[in-house]
Protein backbone atom coordinates (compact mmCIF):
# COMPACT_ATOMS: atom_id res chain seq x y z
CA UNK A 1 0.00 0.00 0.00
CA UNK A 2 2.92 2.36 0.66
CA UNK A 3 3.54 3.08 -2.87
CA UNK A 4 -0.37 3.43 -3.66
CA UNK A 5 -0.73 5.71 -0.97
CA UNK A 6 2.21 7.97 -1.92
CA UNK A 7 1.06 8.32 -5.60
CA UNK A 8 -2.23 8.64 -4.19
CA UNK A 9 -0.96 11.84 -2.47
CA UNK A 10 1.22 13.57 -4.97
CA UNK A 11 -1.74 13.07 -7.15
CA UNK A 12 -4.26 14.73 -5.19
CA UNK A 13 -1.94 17.76 -5.42
CA UNK A 14 -1.81 17.83 -9.16
CA UNK A 15 -4.44 15.99 -10.27
CA UNK A 16 -8.22 16.77 -8.91
CA UNK A 17 -9.36 14.20 -6.74
CA UNK A 18 -6.31 12.82 -7.85
CA UNK A 19 -7.68 10.78 -10.40
CA UNK A 20 -8.94 11.17 -14.06
CA UNK A 21 -12.50 9.82 -14.19
CA UNK A 22 -13.87 10.14 -10.44
CA UNK A 23 -15.09 6.74 -9.45
CA UNK A 24 -11.29 5.80 -9.32
CA UNK A 25 -10.79 7.59 -6.44
CA UNK A 26 -12.61 5.09 -3.91
CA UNK A 27 -14.93 8.21 -2.59
CA UNK A 28 -18.21 5.74 -1.71
CA UNK A 29 -16.12 2.95 -0.32
CA UNK A 30 -13.79 4.65 1.33
CA UNK A 31 -9.97 3.66 1.00
CA UNK A 32 -6.62 4.76 -0.94
CA UNK A 33 -7.10 3.17 -4.27
CA UNK A 34 -4.80 0.78 -5.90
CA UNK A 35 -2.47 2.10 -8.79
CA UNK A 36 -1.61 -0.40 -11.07
CA UNK A 37 1.71 -1.33 -12.26
CA UNK A 38 0.27 -4.29 -14.87
CA UNK A 39 -2.27 -7.03 -16.19
CA UNK A 40 -2.18 -10.51 -17.21
CA UNK A 41 -5.15 -12.60 -18.00
CA UNK A 42 -8.13 -12.04 -15.23
CA UNK A 43 -5.18 -10.67 -13.02
CA UNK A 44 -3.35 -7.32 -11.84
CA UNK A 45 -1.10 -6.31 -9.98
CA UNK A 46 -0.38 -3.01 -7.99
CA UNK A 47 2.96 -0.56 -7.87
CA UNK A 48 3.06 -2.42 -4.50
CA UNK A 49 3.40 -5.85 -5.93
CA UNK A 50 -0.55 -7.21 -4.60
CA UNK A 51 -1.98 -9.01 -7.35
CA UNK A 52 -5.89 -9.41 -7.62
CA UNK A 53 -7.83 -11.10 -9.43
CA UNK A 54 -9.88 -8.58 -11.59
CA UNK A 55 -13.46 -8.06 -12.01
CA UNK A 56 -13.62 -4.67 -13.29
CA UNK A 57 -11.82 -5.41 -16.53
CA UNK A 58 -11.49 -1.38 -17.50
CA UNK A 59 -15.06 -0.71 -16.74
CA UNK A 60 -15.77 -3.40 -19.45
CA UNK A 61 -13.73 -2.78 -22.64
CA UNK A 62 -11.06 -6.28 -21.98
CA UNK A 63 -13.53 -9.20 -22.95
CA UNK A 64 -9.96 -11.16 -23.16
CA UNK A 65 -8.69 -9.55 -20.05
CA UNK A 66 -5.44 -8.21 -20.15
CA UNK A 67 -2.50 -8.10 -22.43
CA UNK A 68 -4.29 -9.81 -25.15
CA UNK A 69 -1.79 -11.44 -27.10
CA UNK A 70 -3.51 -10.37 -30.57
CA UNK A 71 -4.66 -7.50 -29.31
CA UNK A 72 -0.74 -6.54 -28.02
CA UNK A 73 0.10 -7.77 -31.47
CA UNK A 74 -2.17 -5.56 -32.97
CA UNK A 75 -1.47 -2.64 -31.12
CA UNK A 76 2.26 -3.27 -31.53
CA UNK A 77 2.09 -3.63 -35.70
CA UNK A 78 0.17 -0.85 -36.42
CA UNK A 79 2.69 1.55 -33.77
CA UNK A 80 5.44 0.50 -36.29
CA UNK A 81 3.50 2.02 -38.86
CA UNK A 82 2.79 5.06 -37.89
CA UNK A 83 0.40 5.79 -34.88
CA UNK A 84 -1.96 8.68 -36.25
CA UNK A 85 -2.29 10.10 -39.71
CA UNK A 86 -5.51 12.32 -39.91
CA UNK A 87 -6.71 11.02 -43.12
CA UNK A 88 -8.32 7.79 -44.09
CA UNK A 89 -7.09 4.22 -43.28
CA UNK A 90 -7.66 1.36 -44.55
CA UNK A 91 -8.46 -0.25 -40.50
CA UNK A 92 -11.56 2.36 -40.36
CA UNK A 93 -12.95 0.35 -43.35
CA UNK A 94 -12.82 -2.78 -41.77
CA UNK A 95 -14.10 -2.15 -39.02
CA UNK A 96 -17.16 -0.49 -39.89
CA UNK A 97 -17.51 -3.75 -42.04
CA UNK A 98 -17.20 -5.29 -38.59
CA UNK A 99 -19.99 -3.22 -36.91
CA UNK A 100 -22.04 -2.82 -39.68
CA UNK A 101 -21.51 -7.08 -40.42
CA UNK A 102 -23.03 -7.47 -36.67
CA UNK A 103 -25.51 -4.84 -36.19
CA UNK A 104 -28.18 -5.32 -39.28
CA UNK A 105 -29.61 -2.00 -37.57
CA UNK A 106 -26.61 -0.33 -38.40
CA UNK A 107 -26.24 1.15 -42.28
CA UNK A 108 -23.75 3.45 -41.35
CA UNK A 109 -21.66 4.12 -38.26
CA UNK A 110 -18.56 6.63 -37.42
CA UNK A 111 -15.75 6.29 -35.12
CA UNK A 112 -15.02 8.46 -32.24
CA UNK A 113 -12.77 8.29 -29.46
CA UNK A 114 -15.07 7.87 -26.46
CA UNK A 115 -18.28 6.12 -25.34
CA UNK A 116 -19.38 10.26 -24.43
CA UNK A 117 -18.93 11.72 -27.51
CA UNK A 118 -21.34 8.96 -28.97
CA UNK A 119 -23.61 9.64 -27.26
CA UNK A 120 -23.32 12.88 -27.48
CA UNK A 121 -23.27 12.42 -31.25
CA UNK A 122 -26.06 10.62 -31.82
CA UNK A 123 -28.25 13.04 -29.80
CA UNK A 124 -27.40 15.69 -32.42
CA UNK A 125 -27.75 13.51 -35.46
CA UNK A 126 -31.24 12.68 -33.78
CA UNK A 127 -32.09 16.16 -33.21
CA UNK A 128 -31.09 16.88 -37.15
CA UNK A 129 -33.02 14.02 -38.59
CA UNK A 130 -36.05 14.75 -36.49
CA UNK A 131 -36.05 18.13 -36.38
CA UNK A 132 -37.29 17.98 -32.77
CA UNK A 133 -35.48 18.77 -29.73
CA UNK A 134 -36.36 17.09 -27.13
CA UNK A 135 -35.26 13.85 -25.05
CA UNK A 136 -36.23 11.13 -22.92
CA UNK A 137 -33.46 9.60 -21.00
CA UNK A 138 -34.20 6.99 -17.94
CA UNK A 139 -33.32 7.99 -14.42
CA UNK A 140 -29.75 6.32 -13.90
CA UNK A 141 -28.52 5.25 -17.73
CA UNK A 142 -25.25 6.94 -17.97
CA UNK A 143 -24.36 8.15 -21.17
CA UNK A 144 -21.38 9.74 -20.64
CA UNK A 145 -20.88 13.37 -19.38
CA UNK A 146 -22.40 14.93 -22.23
CA UNK A 147 -24.34 18.19 -20.56
CA UNK A 148 -28.04 17.21 -21.95
CA UNK A 149 -27.62 13.81 -20.68
CA UNK A 150 -26.26 14.97 -17.23
CA UNK A 151 -29.58 14.78 -15.73
CA UNK A 152 -30.62 12.00 -13.44
CA UNK A 153 -27.41 9.90 -14.47
CA UNK A 154 -25.91 6.50 -13.30
CA UNK A 155 -22.40 5.65 -12.76
CA UNK A 156 -20.01 8.02 -11.01
CA UNK A 157 -23.04 10.91 -11.29
CA UNK A 158 -24.99 8.76 -9.01
CA UNK A 159 -21.96 7.24 -6.83
CA UNK A 160 -21.51 10.87 -5.74
CA UNK A 161 -25.06 11.58 -5.00
CA UNK A 162 -24.93 14.30 -7.81
CA UNK A 163 -26.82 12.98 -10.65
CA UNK A 164 -27.02 16.16 -12.45
CA UNK A 165 -24.08 17.78 -12.56
CA UNK A 166 -23.05 21.12 -11.51
CA UNK A 167 -21.75 23.67 -14.42
CA UNK A 168 -24.49 22.44 -16.63
CA UNK A 169 -26.82 25.39 -17.33
CA UNK A 170 -30.50 24.42 -16.48
CA UNK A 171 -31.03 25.70 -20.23
CA UNK A 172 -29.08 22.62 -21.56
CA UNK A 173 -30.88 20.32 -19.47
CA UNK A 174 -34.58 21.54 -20.46
CA UNK A 175 -35.48 19.78 -23.64
CA UNK A 176 -34.47 16.50 -21.26
CA UNK A 177 -37.50 14.47 -19.80
CA UNK A 178 -36.55 11.73 -17.41
CA UNK A 179 -38.49 8.50 -17.08
CA UNK A 180 -38.10 5.49 -14.82
CA UNK A 181 -36.49 2.45 -16.58
CA UNK A 182 -39.01 -0.14 -16.64
CA UNK A 183 -41.71 2.23 -16.76
CA UNK A 184 -43.32 2.34 -20.31
CA UNK A 185 -46.67 3.95 -19.12
CA UNK A 186 -44.14 7.01 -18.23
CA UNK A 187 -42.57 7.21 -21.58
CA UNK A 188 -46.06 6.77 -23.24
CA UNK A 189 -47.05 9.65 -21.27
CA UNK A 190 -44.17 11.82 -22.35
CA UNK A 191 -44.68 11.22 -26.16
CA UNK A 192 -48.60 11.39 -25.99
CA UNK A 193 -47.88 15.08 -24.03
CA UNK A 194 -45.19 16.13 -25.86
CA UNK A 195 -44.68 14.07 -28.94
CA UNK A 196 -44.06 16.47 -31.23
CA UNK A 197 -41.10 17.95 -29.56
CA UNK A 198 -39.08 14.63 -28.66
CA UNK A 199 -36.44 13.55 -31.27
CA UNK A 200 -35.36 10.53 -29.18
CA UNK A 201 -35.34 8.09 -26.46
CA UNK A 202 -32.19 6.96 -25.18
CA UNK A 203 -31.89 3.80 -23.32
CA UNK A 204 -29.26 0.97 -22.04
CA UNK A 205 -31.00 -1.41 -23.12
CA UNK A 206 -29.64 -3.20 -20.22
CA UNK A 207 -28.45 -1.22 -17.43
CA UNK A 208 -24.74 -1.21 -16.30
CA UNK A 209 -24.76 2.38 -14.98
CA UNK A 210 -27.25 1.76 -11.68
CA UNK A 211 -25.50 -1.81 -11.09
CA UNK A 212 -26.52 -4.23 -13.30
CA UNK A 213 -30.41 -3.43 -14.01
CA UNK A 214 -32.54 -6.01 -16.70
CA UNK A 215 -35.77 -4.70 -19.08
CA UNK A 216 -38.61 -6.75 -17.83
CA UNK A 217 -40.22 -8.39 -20.57
CA UNK A 218 -41.55 -6.14 -23.45
CA UNK A 219 -40.25 -3.20 -22.19
CA UNK A 220 -38.03 -2.73 -25.03
CA UNK A 221 -40.40 -3.97 -27.56
CA UNK A 222 -42.99 -1.49 -25.68
CA UNK A 223 -40.21 1.31 -26.06
CA UNK A 224 -39.50 0.55 -29.97
CA UNK A 225 -43.43 0.56 -30.81
CA UNK A 226 -43.80 3.43 -29.11
CA UNK A 227 -40.90 5.45 -30.74
CA UNK A 228 -42.08 4.35 -33.79
CA UNK A 229 -46.00 5.31 -33.70
CA UNK A 230 -44.48 9.25 -32.51
CA UNK A 231 -41.98 9.42 -35.24
CA UNK A 232 -39.15 9.67 -32.56
CA UNK A 233 -35.61 7.81 -32.68
CA UNK A 234 -35.21 4.72 -30.66
CA UNK A 235 -31.09 5.01 -29.37
CA UNK A 236 -29.75 1.92 -27.99
CA UNK A 237 -26.85 2.83 -25.76
CA UNK A 238 -24.92 -0.77 -25.85
CA UNK A 239 -21.63 1.18 -24.80
CA UNK A 240 -21.63 -1.29 -22.48
CA UNK A 241 -23.51 -4.26 -23.81
CA UNK A 242 -22.34 -4.10 -27.41
CA UNK A 243 -19.92 -7.19 -28.12
CA UNK A 244 -20.20 -8.16 -24.69
CA UNK A 245 -24.09 -9.68 -24.19
CA UNK A 246 -23.87 -11.20 -28.10
CA UNK A 247 -21.98 -9.89 -30.62
CA UNK A 248 -24.78 -7.90 -32.19
CA UNK A 249 -25.58 -7.02 -28.27
CA UNK A 250 -29.14 -6.77 -26.92
CA UNK A 251 -30.18 -5.93 -30.25
CA UNK A 252 -28.66 -9.81 -31.60
CA UNK A 253 -30.37 -10.92 -28.30
CA UNK A 254 -34.05 -9.31 -28.52
CA UNK A 255 -34.36 -9.01 -32.50
CA UNK A 256 -35.65 -5.08 -31.66
CA UNK A 257 -33.40 -2.65 -34.44
CA UNK A 258 -33.04 0.71 -32.95
CA UNK A 259 -32.81 3.47 -34.86
CA UNK A 260 -29.08 4.72 -33.54
CA UNK A 261 -26.55 2.73 -31.75
CA UNK A 262 -24.07 3.51 -29.53
CA UNK A 263 -20.83 1.19 -29.33
CA UNK A 264 -18.19 1.96 -27.67
CA UNK A 265 -15.44 -0.38 -24.62
CA UNK A 266 -15.40 -3.82 -25.86
CA UNK A 267 -14.63 -1.68 -29.50
CA UNK A 268 -11.43 -0.96 -28.72
CA UNK A 269 -10.76 -3.85 -27.23
CA UNK A 270 -9.12 -1.22 -24.45
CA UNK A 271 -7.66 1.26 -26.82
CA UNK A 272 -9.71 4.46 -26.97
CA UNK A 273 -12.83 3.74 -29.63
CA UNK A 274 -16.56 4.07 -29.92
CA UNK A 275 -18.70 4.72 -32.55
CA UNK A 276 -22.47 5.46 -33.71
CA UNK A 277 -24.59 4.44 -36.77
CA UNK A 278 -27.75 3.77 -37.61
CA UNK A 279 -29.77 3.99 -40.66
CA UNK A 280 -28.42 5.99 -43.73
CA UNK A 281 -31.08 8.49 -44.24
CA UNK A 282 -30.03 9.43 -40.10
CA UNK A 283 -26.41 9.17 -40.53
CA UNK A 284 -26.00 10.83 -43.74
CA UNK A 285 -27.56 13.88 -42.02
CA UNK A 286 -23.67 14.41 -40.53
CA UNK A 287 -20.93 16.46 -42.02
CA UNK A 288 -19.71 16.38 -44.68
CA UNK A 289 -23.28 14.97 -46.44
CA UNK A 290 -25.45 16.71 -44.40
CA UNK A 291 -25.60 19.85 -42.24
CA UNK A 292 -24.91 18.26 -38.45
CA UNK A 293 -21.17 18.87 -37.80
CA UNK A 294 -19.40 16.53 -35.73
CA UNK A 295 -15.58 15.68 -35.96
CA UNK A 296 -12.45 14.63 -33.92
CA UNK A 297 -8.35 14.63 -34.67
CA UNK A 298 -7.87 10.78 -33.69
CA UNK A 299 -11.21 9.24 -34.25
CA UNK A 300 -10.23 5.95 -36.17
CA UNK A 301 -7.16 6.24 -34.63
CA UNK A 302 -4.61 3.29 -36.48
CA UNK A 303 -3.49 1.62 -33.15
CA UNK A 304 -7.06 1.82 -31.52
CA UNK A 305 -8.18 0.55 -34.50
CA UNK A 306 -6.52 -2.66 -34.77
CA UNK A 307 -7.09 -3.01 -30.83
CA UNK A 308 -10.54 -3.25 -31.99
CA UNK A 309 -9.79 -5.24 -34.59
CA UNK A 310 -8.31 -7.87 -33.20
CA UNK A 311 -10.71 -8.26 -30.59
CA UNK A 312 -13.85 -8.57 -32.69
CA UNK A 313 -11.98 -11.07 -34.66
CA UNK A 314 -11.00 -12.97 -31.71
CA UNK A 315 -14.97 -12.93 -30.80
CA UNK A 316 -17.25 -15.68 -31.97
CA UNK A 317 -20.31 -17.41 -30.92
CA UNK A 318 -18.23 -19.91 -28.18
CA UNK A 319 -17.09 -17.10 -26.48
CA UNK A 320 -20.46 -16.05 -25.29
CA UNK A 321 -21.29 -19.59 -24.09
CA UNK A 322 -18.18 -19.50 -21.82
CA UNK A 323 -18.92 -16.22 -20.93
CA UNK A 324 -22.59 -16.94 -20.35
CA UNK A 325 -21.59 -20.80 -18.22
CA UNK A 326 -18.85 -18.64 -16.14
CA UNK A 327 -21.45 -15.90 -15.25
CA UNK A 328 -24.42 -18.16 -14.29
CA UNK A 329 -21.82 -20.38 -12.21
CA UNK A 330 -20.69 -17.07 -9.97
CA UNK A 331 -24.63 -16.20 -9.85
CA UNK A 332 -25.59 -19.66 -8.20
CA UNK A 333 -22.39 -19.84 -5.85
CA UNK A 334 -22.49 -16.44 -4.61
CA UNK A 335 -26.32 -16.30 -4.67
CA UNK A 336 -26.01 -19.81 -2.32
CA UNK A 337 -23.73 -17.78 -0.24
CA UNK A 338 -26.02 -15.18 0.84
CA UNK A 339 -28.46 -17.50 1.25
CA UNK A 340 -25.83 -19.58 3.30
CA UNK A 341 -25.54 -16.45 5.36
CA UNK A 342 -28.87 -15.06 5.75
CA UNK A 343 -27.59 -12.05 4.10
CA UNK A 344 -30.50 -10.00 2.54
CA UNK A 345 -29.43 -8.60 -1.02
CA UNK A 346 -29.89 -9.37 -4.93
CA UNK A 347 -27.87 -10.15 -7.03
CA UNK A 348 -28.57 -9.30 -10.81
CA UNK A 349 -26.44 -10.34 -13.98
CA UNK A 350 -26.98 -10.20 -17.65
CA UNK A 351 -24.62 -12.99 -19.10
CA UNK A 352 -20.72 -11.76 -17.71
CA UNK A 353 -22.36 -8.34 -15.99
CA UNK A 354 -23.35 -8.72 -12.29
CA UNK A 355 -24.09 -6.59 -8.98
CA UNK A 356 -24.47 -7.49 -5.72
CA UNK A 357 -27.27 -4.81 -4.34
CA UNK A 358 -27.71 -5.13 -0.28
CA UNK A 359 -29.97 -4.64 1.95
CA UNK A 360 -33.37 -4.73 -1.30
CA UNK A 361 -35.00 -7.31 -2.68
CA UNK A 362 -35.16 -6.50 -6.17
CA UNK A 363 -33.66 -3.97 -8.27
CA UNK A 364 -35.72 -2.96 -11.60
CA UNK A 365 -34.95 0.65 -11.40
CA UNK A 366 -33.15 3.90 -10.25
CA UNK A 367 -35.60 4.19 -7.37
CA UNK A 368 -34.88 0.58 -5.76
CA UNK A 369 -30.81 0.82 -6.68
CA UNK A 370 -30.63 4.30 -4.65
CA UNK A 371 -32.64 2.13 -1.66
CA UNK A 372 -29.52 -0.60 -1.48
CA UNK A 373 -27.36 -0.48 1.40
CA UNK A 374 -23.79 1.51 -0.09
CA UNK A 375 -22.09 0.81 3.33
CA UNK A 376 -22.61 -2.83 3.02
CA UNK A 377 -21.24 -2.98 -0.17
CA UNK A 378 -18.42 -0.84 0.74
CA UNK A 379 -17.75 -3.19 3.72
CA UNK A 380 -18.29 -6.61 1.02
CA UNK A 381 -15.52 -4.33 -1.41
CA UNK A 382 -13.02 -3.99 1.35
CA UNK A 383 -13.60 -7.81 2.72
CA UNK A 384 -12.95 -9.13 -1.30
CA UNK A 385 -10.11 -6.83 -1.89
CA UNK A 386 -8.23 -8.07 1.28
CA UNK A 387 -8.87 -11.54 -0.50
CA UNK A 388 -7.16 -10.70 -3.57
CA UNK A 389 -10.54 -9.45 -5.81
CA UNK A 390 -10.80 -6.32 -7.35
CA UNK A 391 -14.64 -5.30 -7.15
CA UNK A 392 -15.73 -2.07 -9.12
CA UNK A 393 -15.89 0.62 -5.52
CA UNK A 394 -18.99 1.45 -6.12
CA UNK A 395 -22.41 -0.02 -5.67
CA UNK A 396 -23.48 1.92 -8.83
CA UNK A 397 -21.15 0.44 -11.81
CA UNK A 398 -21.56 -3.12 -12.59
CA UNK A 399 -18.59 -6.05 -12.27
CA UNK A 400 -17.60 -8.14 -15.42
CA UNK A 401 -16.39 -11.13 -16.22
CA UNK A 402 -13.81 -11.97 -19.32
CA UNK A 403 -12.93 -15.03 -20.60
CA UNK A 404 -9.49 -15.01 -19.40
CA UNK A 405 -11.45 -15.85 -16.36
CA UNK A 406 -12.23 -19.59 -15.20
CA UNK A 407 -13.80 -21.76 -12.82
CA UNK A 408 -10.73 -20.88 -10.69
CA UNK A 409 -11.73 -17.34 -10.31
CA UNK A 410 -15.35 -18.10 -9.66
CA UNK A 411 -15.02 -20.51 -7.55
CA UNK A 412 -12.44 -18.24 -5.21
CA UNK A 413 -14.60 -15.14 -5.80
CA UNK A 414 -17.46 -17.07 -4.11
CA UNK A 415 -15.40 -18.56 -1.27
CA UNK A 416 -14.10 -15.32 -0.61
CA UNK A 417 -17.67 -13.67 -0.69
CA UNK A 418 -18.38 -16.26 2.24
CA UNK A 419 -15.79 -15.52 3.98
CA UNK A 420 -15.99 -11.95 3.70
CA UNK A 421 -19.60 -12.01 4.60
CA UNK A 422 -18.89 -14.60 7.48
CA UNK A 423 -16.69 -11.71 9.33
CA UNK A 424 -18.72 -9.26 9.31
N1 LIG B 1 -22.63 4.95 -22.33
C1 LIG B 1 -22.57 3.96 -21.43
C2 LIG B 1 -23.68 2.96 -21.38
C3 LIG B 1 -21.47 3.85 -20.57
O1 LIG B 1 -21.42 2.86 -19.67
C4 LIG B 1 -20.45 4.81 -20.66
C5 LIG B 1 -19.29 4.75 -19.76
O2 LIG B 1 -19.22 4.00 -18.82
C6 LIG B 1 -20.55 5.83 -21.60
C7 LIG B 1 -21.65 5.87 -22.42
C8 LIG B 1 -19.48 6.85 -21.72
O3 LIG B 1 -18.36 6.26 -22.26
P1 LIG B 1 -16.90 6.92 -22.05
O4 LIG B 1 -16.58 6.72 -20.60
O5 LIG B 1 -16.04 6.15 -22.98
O6 LIG B 1 -17.02 8.35 -22.42
Redesign the pocket.
Known sequence: MKRSEKLFAEARRIIPGGVNSPVRAWKSVGGCPRFISRGQGARITDVDGRSYVDMVCS??PLIFGHAHPSVVRAVQEAASRGVSFGAPTPGEVELAREITGVYPSIEKVRLVS??????MSAIRVARAFTGKPGIVKFAG?????VDALLVRAG?GAATFGTPDSEGVPEAFVALTRVAQFNDLGEVEGFLRSYGREIGAVIV?PVV??MGVVLPRAGFLEGLRELTRRTGTLLIF?E??TGFRLAKGGVQELTGIAADLT?L??ILGGGLPV?AFGGRSEIMDKLSPIGGAYQAGTLSGNPLAVAAGLATLRDLGPKSYVRLEALGARLEEKIRRVLRDRRVQAVLNRAGSMWTIFFGVERVRNFAEASAADTQSYARFFHGMLERGFYLPPSQFEAAFLSLAHGEAEVDGAADAAAEALGSR
Do not use: L, Q, R
Open positions: WGSGTEAACYHGHSEGNDVICGKA
